[in-house]
Antibody, heavy 119, light 108 residues
Protein backbone atom coordinates (compact mmCIF):
# COMPACT_ATOMS: atom_id res chain seq x y z
CA UNK A 1 0.00 0.00 0.00
CA UNK A 2 1.43 3.34 -1.06
CA UNK A 3 1.61 6.07 1.54
CA UNK A 4 2.72 9.68 1.28
CA UNK A 5 3.90 11.44 4.44
CA UNK A 6 4.65 15.12 4.16
CA UNK A 7 6.86 17.30 6.33
CA UNK A 8 5.47 19.74 8.86
CA UNK A 9 4.22 23.28 8.54
CA UNK A 10 6.66 26.07 7.74
CA UNK A 11 6.70 29.80 8.43
CA UNK A 12 9.01 31.86 6.24
CA UNK A 13 9.81 35.51 5.73
CA UNK A 14 9.41 37.19 2.34
CA UNK A 15 12.42 36.56 0.14
CA UNK A 16 13.29 33.28 1.84
CA UNK A 17 13.09 29.75 0.43
CA UNK A 18 11.15 26.71 1.58
CA UNK A 19 11.69 23.01 0.94
CA UNK A 20 8.79 20.62 1.54
CA UNK A 21 9.32 16.86 1.75
CA UNK A 22 7.09 13.95 0.76
CA UNK A 23 8.19 10.51 1.94
CA UNK A 24 6.92 7.61 -0.15
CA UNK A 25 6.43 4.12 1.20
CA UNK A 26 5.09 1.02 -0.50
CA UNK A 27 6.32 1.95 -3.97
CA UNK A 28 9.53 2.72 -5.83
CA UNK A 29 9.81 6.47 -5.99
CA UNK A 30 11.48 6.62 -9.39
CA UNK A 31 8.59 4.70 -10.95
CA UNK A 32 5.92 7.02 -9.61
CA UNK A 33 4.58 10.05 -11.46
CA UNK A 34 4.80 12.32 -8.39
CA UNK A 35 3.47 15.83 -8.69
CA UNK A 36 3.00 18.87 -6.46
CA UNK A 37 -0.20 20.89 -6.17
CA UNK A 38 -0.76 23.92 -3.97
CA UNK A 39 -3.84 25.64 -2.63
CA UNK A 40 -3.87 29.18 -1.28
CA UNK A 41 -6.28 29.84 1.62
CA UNK A 42 -9.85 29.82 0.34
CA UNK A 43 -8.71 29.30 -3.25
CA UNK A 44 -8.63 26.50 -5.79
CA UNK A 45 -6.03 23.91 -6.71
CA UNK A 46 -2.93 24.94 -8.63
CA UNK A 47 -0.61 22.44 -10.32
CA UNK A 48 3.03 23.30 -9.57
CA UNK A 49 4.79 20.59 -11.53
CA UNK A 50 5.79 16.97 -11.51
CA UNK A 51 7.85 14.10 -12.81
CA UNK A 52 6.83 12.25 -15.96
CA UNK A 53 8.55 8.82 -15.89
CA UNK A 54 7.53 8.10 -19.50
CA UNK A 55 9.55 11.09 -20.64
CA UNK A 56 12.02 10.94 -17.75
CA UNK A 57 11.51 14.65 -17.33
CA UNK A 58 10.19 17.05 -14.72
CA UNK A 59 7.70 19.68 -15.87
CA UNK A 60 6.98 22.94 -14.05
CA UNK A 61 4.17 25.47 -14.12
CA UNK A 62 5.30 28.40 -16.23
CA UNK A 63 4.41 30.97 -13.55
CA UNK A 64 6.81 29.26 -11.15
CA UNK A 65 9.65 28.69 -13.63
CA UNK A 66 12.93 29.86 -12.20
CA UNK A 67 11.69 29.69 -8.59
CA UNK A 68 10.66 26.05 -8.23
CA UNK A 69 12.76 22.91 -8.17
CA UNK A 70 11.55 19.34 -7.66
CA UNK A 71 14.03 16.71 -6.62
CA UNK A 72 14.16 13.19 -5.19
CA UNK A 73 16.43 11.37 -2.79
CA UNK A 74 15.89 7.75 -3.74
CA UNK A 75 18.03 6.50 -0.84
CA UNK A 76 15.34 7.65 1.59
CA UNK A 77 12.40 7.47 -0.84
CA UNK A 78 11.63 11.15 -0.43
CA UNK A 79 10.58 13.78 -2.95
CA UNK A 80 11.06 17.49 -2.42
CA UNK A 81 9.74 20.73 -3.78
CA UNK A 82 11.74 23.88 -3.17
CA UNK A 83 10.35 27.34 -3.81
CA UNK A 84 12.58 30.41 -3.63
CA UNK A 85 12.02 34.18 -3.40
CA UNK A 86 8.84 33.70 -1.41
CA UNK A 87 6.13 36.34 -1.23
CA UNK A 88 2.86 36.44 0.67
CA UNK A 89 1.16 35.09 -2.46
CA UNK A 90 3.01 31.82 -1.94
CA UNK A 91 1.17 31.17 1.32
CA UNK A 92 -0.61 27.89 0.64
CA UNK A 93 -1.02 24.24 1.48
CA UNK A 94 1.40 22.22 -0.62
CA UNK A 95 0.28 18.70 -1.57
CA UNK A 96 2.25 15.87 -3.13
CA UNK A 97 0.12 13.57 -5.27
CA UNK A 98 0.77 10.41 -7.25
CA UNK A 99 -0.77 8.17 -9.88
CA UNK A 100 -0.38 4.67 -8.42
CA UNK A 101 -2.70 2.94 -10.86
CA UNK A 102 -1.28 4.17 -14.16
CA UNK A 103 -4.56 5.89 -14.98
CA UNK A 104 -3.01 9.28 -15.54
CA UNK A 105 -4.56 11.00 -12.53
CA UNK A 106 -3.74 11.50 -8.87
CA UNK A 107 -5.39 8.74 -6.92
CA UNK A 108 -3.27 9.28 -3.80
CA UNK A 109 -2.51 12.56 -2.06
CA UNK A 110 -0.40 13.56 0.91
CA UNK A 111 -2.16 15.34 3.76
CA UNK A 112 -0.62 18.66 2.83
CA UNK A 113 1.98 21.02 4.27
CA UNK A 114 1.01 24.59 5.17
CA UNK A 115 3.59 27.13 4.10
CA UNK A 116 3.01 30.59 5.54
CA UNK A 117 4.97 33.57 4.26
CA UNK A 118 4.82 36.51 6.62
CA UNK A 119 7.09 39.26 7.83
CA UNK B 1 -2.35 26.28 -21.69
CA UNK B 2 -5.72 24.54 -21.51
CA UNK B 3 -8.12 26.57 -19.39
CA UNK B 4 -10.91 24.72 -17.60
CA UNK B 5 -13.96 26.77 -16.67
CA UNK B 6 -16.35 25.31 -14.12
CA UNK B 7 -19.92 26.40 -13.58
CA UNK B 8 -21.72 27.30 -11.54
CA UNK B 9 -19.32 28.54 -8.89
CA UNK B 10 -21.80 27.57 -6.18
CA UNK B 11 -24.78 25.22 -6.10
CA UNK B 12 -27.21 25.51 -3.18
CA UNK B 13 -29.22 22.32 -2.88
CA UNK B 14 -31.01 20.18 -0.33
CA UNK B 15 -30.11 16.58 0.55
CA UNK B 16 -31.82 14.20 -1.85
CA UNK B 17 -31.73 16.63 -4.74
CA UNK B 18 -29.66 16.06 -7.87
CA UNK B 19 -26.67 18.17 -8.90
CA UNK B 20 -25.19 18.90 -12.31
CA UNK B 21 -21.70 20.41 -12.49
CA UNK B 22 -20.10 21.63 -15.69
CA UNK B 23 -16.47 21.80 -16.82
CA UNK B 24 -15.64 23.45 -20.14
CA UNK B 25 -12.21 23.25 -21.76
CA UNK B 26 -10.71 26.05 -23.85
CA UNK B 27 -9.81 23.50 -26.53
CA UNK B 28 -10.94 19.95 -27.30
CA UNK B 29 -9.32 17.27 -25.16
CA UNK B 30 -9.63 13.53 -25.23
CA UNK B 31 -12.02 12.31 -22.57
CA UNK B 32 -9.26 9.96 -21.41
CA UNK B 33 -7.48 12.97 -19.95
CA UNK B 34 -10.24 14.56 -17.86
CA UNK B 35 -11.03 13.76 -14.23
CA UNK B 36 -13.01 15.06 -11.25
CA UNK B 37 -11.96 15.45 -7.61
CA UNK B 38 -13.98 16.07 -4.48
CA UNK B 39 -12.51 18.16 -1.68
CA UNK B 40 -13.97 18.44 1.79
CA UNK B 41 -12.69 21.47 3.75
CA UNK B 42 -9.50 20.69 5.62
CA UNK B 43 -8.82 17.55 3.60
CA UNK B 44 -6.81 16.66 0.53
CA UNK B 45 -8.69 16.19 -2.74
CA UNK B 46 -10.12 12.75 -3.48
CA UNK B 47 -10.26 11.30 -6.99
CA UNK B 48 -13.88 10.65 -7.98
CA UNK B 49 -13.99 10.15 -11.73
CA UNK B 50 -11.22 9.62 -14.28
CA UNK B 51 -11.20 9.28 -18.04
CA UNK B 52 -14.32 11.47 -17.92
CA UNK B 53 -16.69 8.67 -16.89
CA UNK B 54 -14.91 5.95 -14.88
CA UNK B 55 -15.60 5.95 -11.16
CA UNK B 56 -12.55 5.57 -8.95
CA UNK B 57 -12.41 2.74 -6.42
CA UNK B 58 -15.05 3.06 -3.73
CA UNK B 59 -16.96 5.93 -5.34
CA UNK B 60 -20.74 5.48 -5.05
CA UNK B 61 -22.82 4.93 -8.17
CA UNK B 62 -24.70 8.20 -7.60
CA UNK B 63 -21.66 9.98 -9.10
CA UNK B 64 -21.64 9.95 -12.90
CA UNK B 65 -19.22 11.61 -15.26
CA UNK B 66 -19.90 12.30 -18.91
CA UNK B 67 -18.87 14.47 -21.81
CA UNK B 68 -16.41 14.81 -24.62
CA UNK B 69 -14.54 17.41 -26.64
CA UNK B 70 -14.78 20.61 -24.64
CA UNK B 71 -17.82 19.94 -22.45
CA UNK B 72 -17.79 17.63 -19.46
CA UNK B 73 -20.34 17.05 -16.71
CA UNK B 74 -20.38 15.57 -13.23
CA UNK B 75 -23.81 14.49 -12.04
CA UNK B 76 -24.74 13.54 -8.50
CA UNK B 77 -28.08 11.80 -8.58
CA UNK B 78 -29.25 12.26 -4.98
CA UNK B 79 -27.13 14.36 -2.67
CA UNK B 80 -26.09 12.77 0.58
CA UNK B 81 -24.85 14.84 3.55
CA UNK B 82 -21.25 13.78 2.85
CA UNK B 83 -21.45 15.07 -0.75
CA UNK B 84 -21.52 18.74 0.23
CA UNK B 85 -18.02 19.76 -0.80
CA UNK B 86 -16.03 21.45 -3.54
CA UNK B 87 -15.56 19.66 -6.85
CA UNK B 88 -12.71 20.27 -9.30
CA UNK B 89 -12.10 19.04 -12.82
CA UNK B 90 -8.54 18.52 -14.04
CA UNK B 91 -6.89 17.74 -17.37
CA UNK B 92 -3.62 15.98 -18.04
CA UNK B 93 -3.99 16.02 -21.82
CA UNK B 94 -1.05 18.39 -22.05
CA UNK B 95 1.41 20.24 -19.87
CA UNK B 96 0.86 22.31 -17.88
CA UNK B 97 -1.75 20.25 -16.12
CA UNK B 98 -4.63 22.50 -15.14
CA UNK B 99 -7.57 22.50 -12.74
CA UNK B 100 -10.91 24.20 -13.04
CA UNK B 101 -11.78 26.87 -10.50
CA UNK B 102 -14.12 24.55 -8.62
CA UNK B 103 -17.83 24.26 -7.88
CA UNK B 104 -18.96 24.42 -4.28
CA UNK B 105 -22.02 22.31 -3.52
CA UNK B 106 -23.55 23.71 -0.35
CA UNK B 107 -26.57 22.87 1.75
CA UNK B 108 -29.55 25.05 1.00
Amino acid sequence: QVQLVQSGAEVKKPGASVKVACKVSGYTLTELPLHWVRQAPGKGLEWMGGFDPDRDETFYAQKLQGRVTMTEDTTIATAYVELTSLTSEDTAVFYCAVDTLGIGFFDLWGRGTLVTVSS
Amino acid sequence: EIVLTQSPATLSLSPGEGATLSCRASQPISSAYLCWYQQIPGQAPRLLIYAASTRATGVPARFTGSGSGTDFTLTISSLQPEDFAVYYCQQDYDYPFTFGGGTKVEIK
